[in-house]
């Protein structure tokens, strides 16, 4: 009898078909959805905007919105005032360019992640992209579970000066 409680179909073990599988929905949903990824970190703004063309995604700015984003992206610089404050006034700025029921992403640059190196940027496009998939993806037993690799994302964006909040 095997004891091993990671063993297939027993215990906690999900395999990886069915994070494949979430990952899939969620690449289908954002190929049609309109994104907008703005704020006051503009060169943080800049990098997140290169990659998501890259990958193909439909962007806009709430400057150059022609419909109601569903996903807006925020990148502001904490600069020692309220961060929310700053996050509340950008979305109130351009209600019309956001639909009610948008996901909103907040990333907040500390002052020493200005110095962080351009892979915990990469692995910053990877957090934001576990929160879409959280937020979007059907939930399922173990969805919304990190995996190790993930969790080590999270503490070097932490430890680098990046928070990543989820607002709506």
């Known amino acids: ?3 091993n ?3 297939k179909g027993r215990g ?3 395999p990886r078909r069915a994070r494949a599988d979430r990952g899939a929905h ?3 949903r954002l190929d049609t959805t309109a994104i907008v990824i703005d704020g006051d970190a503009h060169d943080l703004v800049r990098d997140l905007q290169v990659s998501a063309l890259q990958e ?3 962007l806009q700015t709430f400057d150059t ?3 109601p984003a569903q996903i807006v992206i925020l ?5 020692g005032r309220s961060s929310l404050l700053k996050i509340n006034t950008l ?3 351009a209600p019309e360019t956001v639909t009610p029921d948008a996901l909103r992403i907040a990333v907040i640059r500390s002052g020493r992640a200005r110095i962080a190196p351009a892979k915990l940027q990469r692995l910053l496009a990877s957090e934001i992209l576990f929160q879409i998939t959280v937020a979007l993806a059907p939930v399922t037993a173990g969805a919304r579970d990190r995996s190790i690799r993930q969790r080590l994302v999270l503490g070097s964006l932490d430890a680098a000066g990046f928070n990543v909040l989820r607002v709506g």
């Open 5 to 7: 409680p990671r063993a």
């Open 91 to 93: 979305l109130r700025s």
């Open 12 to 14: 906690i073990w999900r």
């Open 1 to 3: 009898m095997n004891r």
């Open 56 to 58: 193909g995604v439909l």
């Open 65 to 67: 919105a022609t419909e």
């Open 75 to 79: 990148a502001i610089e904490g600069d």
């Open 26 to 28: 969620v690449a289908d």
